[in-house]
Nanobody
Framework: QVQLVESGGGLVQPGGSLTLSCAAS????????MTWVRQKPGKDVEWVAT????????RYSDAVKGRFTIPKDNSKNELYLEMSVVKPDDMAVYYC????????????RGQGTQVTVSA
C-alpha cells in the first residue's frame, strides 16, 4: 500500500531555511506527481506546491512562491520541500501527498511533520 513518511521538520528562525523530506513507497514513484499541503494551527489544510512525475513542471501557492521549491528525486523515491526566507506564517504541519494537484483535499498523504517558526 502507499506509504508516505515526512521528516525534517523542526524549529527554524524567521528568515531561516529548512528542508523537508518525504519518503515514498508502495507505488511506482517515477510515474506520479507529488504535492505538499500544510495545516496551520486552528486552520484548514492549505495547498502549498506540486510537481509532476518527471519533475519538470511545478506550481506554487502565492504564499510560498519564490521562497519554497519542490524537488523530486525519482532515483531515491523522495520528495522534498526546500523552504527559505521562512516566515512565522509558515508554521504548520506539512504533509506530502501522492499525485499532481493544486487541491488541498488531495489524498493519500503522510502523517505530517511539524515546522515551528520562532526566534
Amino acid at each position: 500500500q502507499v506509504q508516505l513518511v515526512e521528516s525534517g521538520g523542526g524549529l527554524v528562525q524567521p528568515g531561516g531555511s529548512l528542508t523537508l523530506s518525504c519518503a515514498a513507497s508502495g507505488f511506482t514513484f517515477q510515474y506520479y506527481g507529488m504535492t505538499w499541503v500544510r495545516q496551520k494551527p486552528g486552520k484548514d489544510v492549505e495547498w502549498v506546491a506540486t510537481i509532476n512525475n518527471a519533475g519538470k513542471s511545478t506550481r506554487y501557492s502565492d504564499a510560498v512562491k519564490g521562497r519554497f521549491t519542490i524537488p523530486k528525486d525519482n532515483s531515491k523515491n523522495e520528495l522534498y520541500l526546500e523552504m527559505s526566507v521562512v516566515k512565522p506564517d509558515d508554521m504548520a504541519v506539512y504533509y506530502c501527498a501522492k499525485g499532481f494537484s493544486t487541491s488541498e483535499t488531495i489524498r493519500p498523504r503522510g502523517q505530517g511533520t511539524q515546522v515551528t517558526v520562532s526566534a
